[in-house]
T-cell receptor, first 113, second 113 residues
């Protein structure tokens, strides 16, 4: 059974650019959550999607957005990149939001220069 | 406001020793408490989890102890091995979290040969 797949694994972008990260959840999983991980702030929740609907959002500026497709694949977008957006972005999936048993992908390492 | 407090920040243990990581929470609505293990360059991997109706759960060398009245839970790694060297995160969740796991700050464990 394939795990959570995130692409790309690494990205280098310039300040002011925008970036799109992709996440393919485990087959059958319909809930997808996104997290930002940095050494200083730890794991911070970005948002959660279920059945193409965003049902929860963390405390991040509007530059961070996401969406989920009918096949449960999800993308997150960051516009007008800032140096502070450099982080490991993690996607996690679960059958649904009820139990909390989320499986994480390996993440996308974003470096903003 | 950090909803899950984790300690220690780091610990060094000799091979064969016991590693103990502690977490405390405030929200009594939490009903799922997972522990994640993360190696450098990888996403967090679910290690073991417990629900509050159980005081202890053991899987191999890993044991969770749960004290509902004290709102504390801990991870014990028995017979620690060099391959256990990683960062460990405790987390807490409730269905009302809508996909948002509340993570502790993490504990870096180093097992010396």
């Amino acid at each position: 059974k394939a795990g959570v797949t995130q692409t790309p694994r690494y990205l280098i972008k310039t300040r002011g650019q925008q970036v799109t990260l992709s996440c393919s959840p485990i087959s059958g999983h319909r809930s997808v959550s996104w997290y930002q991980q940095t050494p200083g702030q730890g794991l911070q929740f970005l948002f959660e999607y279920f059945s193409e609907t965003q049902r929860n959002k963390g405390n991040f500026p509007g530059r961070f957005s996401g969406r989920q497709f009918s096949n449960s694949r999800s993308e997150m977008n960051v516009s007008t990149l800032e140096l502070g957006d450099s982080a490991l972005y993690l996607c996690a999936s679960s059958l649904d939001w009820i139990g909390g048993g989320y499986t994480f992908g390996s993440g996308t390492r974003l470096t903003v220069v | 406001q950090q909803q899950v407090k984790q300690s220690p920040q780091s610990l060094i243990v000799q091979k064969g020793g016991i590693s103990i990581i502690n977490c405390a929470y405030e929200n009594t609505a939490f009903d799922y408490f997972p522990w994640y293990q993360q190696f450098p360059g990888k996403g967090p991997a679910l290690l073991i989890a417990i629900r509050p109706d159980v005081s202890e759960k053991k899987e191999g060398r890993f044991t969770i102890s749960f004290n509902k009245s004290a709102k504390q839970f801990s991870l014990h790694i028995m017979d620690s091995q060099p391959g256990d060297s990683a960062t460990y995160f405790c987390a807490a969740y409730t269905t009302d979290s809508w996909g948002k796991l509340q993570f502790g700050a993490g504990t870096q464990v180093v097992v010396t040969p």
